[in-house]
């Protein structure tokens, strides 16, 4: 674990919930409001400057939330966030500015991230614009140019005039990348930045930005549902589910020593590729579908589809995450038998 001084980004008790809208019917039969949705529950996690961490789950587990309220696009029910050792929880519109060139987001969706009637050039110049960084026009096509290059797009100027719709999933993914370096952030939130690219430009795209970070000195807070990127891309990781952390550790003993029942499900689930045989994503080695937000179960909250679980697990109050050596975290009551 980083010293406290190399800590850049630290959450403490992180929570967002939300109040489900009521429909026509429910206002006028004066129906009560459905349950609050906790999406994230009380999280706490630090990454250290330079490190790469991820937070890893199925979908509707709350990690693309996080990704959200460490971006300021949404605002905590409860807890904190530190940047820098400055508390970034509630900022005012110009401090939100201010902190957005210094952690910028990439997202998942590449053919929907930029704008269609933009040129290349364009895309990469409305950062600058919006944030009102004084550069002159000159200085700007530098700028964009570089950033280019730095994603290894080659030659820039080619691209630079170039529509999106021109180029492939991996390109718009760089030029995405591209858009989040040319501020000169320190943190990048990479929201699943692979999960819509083609198998074969994958592994180019994570080097690609494996490189940046390195050769930028950045920090990546990345979200995944993908395990063996996890493992090739990350330093550390943190496994959520329905809202909260319950495996975090370094990379290798995540993978390699798994101690949540959760964790060992997804890897399980993961493909082990043989040559000469196609291979079919295989189904989660648990039962049913994560439980609603809105309906949390009692106890320990992945009772319902773990196969191990006994009746303390629904009955004594919800584990908490313990150490177990070398930084390796887990909430499970029953680690040791398992």
């Known amino acids: ?199 074969s430009t994958r592994a180019e795209i994570l080097h690609m930005m494996k490189d940046v970070q390195r050769h930028l000195g950045l920090t990546y807070l990345y979200i995944t549902h993908d395990l063996s990127t996890a493992r090739y891309f990350t330093d550390r990781i943190a496994v959520m589910y329905l809202g909260k952390i319950v495996e975090m550790g370094k990379a290798g003993d995540i993978i390699d020593n798994p101690l949540h029942p959760y964790t060992k499900a997804l890897i399980e689930a993961v493909p082990e590729p043989e040559p000469g045989k196609v291979h079919l994503i295989k189904e989660l080695p648990i039962s049913g579908e994560i439980p609603s937000p809105a309906n949390i179960p009692s106890g320990c909250r992945f009772h319902t589809r773990c196969p191990y679980a006994t009746k303390d697990c629904a009955e004594l109050p919800e584990p908490e995450l313990q150490e177990t050596g070398n930084g390796h975290y887990h909430a499970c009551r029953r680690w040791k038998e398992l």
Request: hydrophobic letters at 40%; glycine letters at 8%; proline letters at 5%.
């Open 1 to 199: 674990m980083a010293e406290q001084q190399d800590i850049i980004l630290k959450v403490e008790n992180l929570q967002k919930h939300f109040w489900p809208h009521q429909t026509f019917t429910q206002a006028l039969t004066g129906q009560k409001k459905q349950r609050l949705i906790r999406a994230v529950d009380g999280i706490s996690f630090s990454i250290a400057r330079g490190e790469i961490f991820g937070l890893i789950g199925e979908s509707g587990s709350g990690k693309t939330t996080t990704g959200k309220l460490i971006m300021k696009l949404l605002e905590p029910t409860g807890g904190s966030i530190w940047f820098d050792g400055q508390d970034v929880t509630h900022l005012g519109k110009k401090e939100t500015g201010t902190y957005r060139t210094k952690v910028q987001m990439i997202f998942q969706d590449p053919y929907a991230s930029m704008n269609p009637r933009f040129k290349i050039k364009d895309v990469l110049e409305e950062p600058l614009l919006i944030h009102k960084i004084k550069a002159s026009h000159e200085k700007r096509q530098e700028m964009i140019i570089k950033a280019l290059e730095e994603v290894k797009l080659n030659p820039p100027e080619e691209f630079m005039t170039r529509w999106p719709h021109m180029l492939s999933g991996g390109q718009r993914q760089r030029v995405a990348t591209a858009r989040t370096l040319i501020l000169n952030p320190s943190l990048l939130v990479a929201d699943e930045p692979v999960s819509m690219i083609d198998l």
